[in-house]
């Protein structure tokens, strides 16, 4: 019996440091988006680009904006969600809203730019909406 209560508390106690072992993760905090715009990339970004999947020809842009992260602390793995619209309203990414990350945010307001990809048949200018952001106060480690 005595036996029986050890091992069912070694097993208790390896679950629990198991169920948190190197998953580490702080909440989600938010990041505010300001000033959103885009314009055309340099040329040394744009050379030879095609539409992701395809050989289709596309467009290089620049989203610009400011993050703006209201907490004390640094901001890691910054998502960017938004949805992008051509002149006729069609998608510009179907189904996918996450264009891209920022390493670090720091507290305070800081400036921004994701680098996406237009097929070169849909028609400016772009539509940007719903643009929204956040990341992890802490380390997220795996």
């Known amino acids: ?18 169920s948190g072992w190197g998953l580490t993760a702080e909440a989600l905090t938010p990041i505010d988006l300001s000033d959103i715009a885009y314009k055309p990339c340099p040329p040394e970004y744009a050379e030879g680009m095609v539409a992701a999947g ?3 020809q596309a467009n290089c842009f620049l989203i610009t ?13 910054v998502d960017i969600f938004g949805r992008i619209y051509d002149a006729d309203d069609n998608p510009v990414m ?5 264009l891209g990350g920022i390493p670090e945010v720091l507290p305070g307001e800081s400036e921004f730019e ?4 237009v097929a070169a048949n849909q028609p ?19």
């Open 94 to 98: 179907q189904n996918r809203t996450r």
């Open 1 to 18: 019996m005595v036996f029986r209560s050890i091992v069912t508390g070694v097993l208790v106690a390896m679950l629990w440091l198991l």
């Open 65 to 77: 904006g400011k993050a703006i992260n209201r907490s004390s602390k640094p901001v890691l793995d």
């Open 54 to 56: 395809s050989i289709q």
């Open 124 to 142: 400016e200018p772009l539509q940007l909406k719903q643009f929204k952001a956040s990341g992890f106060a802490g380390m997220v480690r795996r």
């Open 114 to 117: 994701i680098r996406i990809s």
